[in-house]
């Protein structure tokens, strides 16, 4: 056999090997991975609805759960006992670098109980931004009822802060909140499914 032809065939038994080891790798990983994204979507849920003690999924009326570059994903009644105590909503929007996962809780008064962002591709450093504390508290209490809106200076009852250099990020986060607080009016306290 010429040495190129040895060559060739290691060259091939090893990528055979890596290639098996990379799926046996995948397969053991899988379940575990799951399992974490779960955990992490019930404590995000947790935290913006904390008085409720579980979460039951709500069927999504397609017709209301898209709007202004955001997507309702999945909604979820949060209940403590039989008493529904408000509702957390997993949305998708459009942000500057791509998708913006949002999780807004919307309390049985109607109000905004918190806002977490999740997985997001913003520009580290500025809308990014978007995930801190400081903004995203700025949603807490804010009424269901009424649309809000982003402002690039100190911000009124119904308008959000920007995030300085992040309107886009900002506005696609507001975008999202806007989507879950119109479903929750219309449809869930509307007299729609619970």
């Given at each position: 056999m010429s040495d190129i032809l040895?060559?060739?065939?290691?060259?091939?038994?090893?990528?055979?090997?890596?290639?098996?080891?990379?799926?046996?790798?995948?397969?053991?990983?899988?379940?575990?991975?799951?399992?974490?994204?779960?955990?992490?979507?019930?404590?995000?849920?947790?935290?913006?609805?904390?008085q409720a003690e579980e979460f039951s999924?709500?069927?999504?009326?397609?017709?209301s759960a898209e709007s202004d570059g955001a997507k309702?994903?999945?909604i979820n009644a949060?209940?403590?006992?039989?008493?529904?105590?408000?509702?957390?909503?997993?949305?998708?929007?459009?942000?500057?670098?791509?998708?913006?996962?949002?999780?807004?809780g919307i309390n049985a008064e109607g109000k905004i109980e918190a806002v977490q962002i999740g997985a997001h591709g913003e520009t580290p450093g500025l809308g990014a931004k978007v995930k801190e504390k400081s903004f995203v508290d700025q949603y807490h209490g804010k009424e269901a009822a009424n649309p809000l809106s982003v402002t690039k200076t100190s911000a009124m009852e119904h308008e959000i802060q920007a995030v300085t250099g992040a309107t886009v990020?900002?506005?696609?986060?507001?975008?999202?909140?806007?989507?879950?607080?119109?479903?929750y009016r219309e449809v869930l306290n509307g007299g729609g499914q619970q």
């Open positions: 040895k060559t060739g065939l290691r060259l091939f038994i090893i990528t055979v090997i890596a290639a098996v080891c990379m799926g046996i790798t995948n397969l053991a990983t899988q379940e575990p991975i799951r399992m974490q994204q779960i955990k992490a979507m019930n404590e995000a849920k947790r935290a913006v609805l904390p999924e709500v069927n999504i009326l397609a017709d309702i994903l999945e949060g209940k403590s006992g039989n008493e529904i105590v408000g509702h957390t909503f997993k949305i998708s929007a459009n942000g500057y670098g791509g998708d913006i996962e949002i999780i807004v990020s900002s506005s696609a986060v507001t975008n999202g909140v806007n989507l879950a607080s119109e479903y």
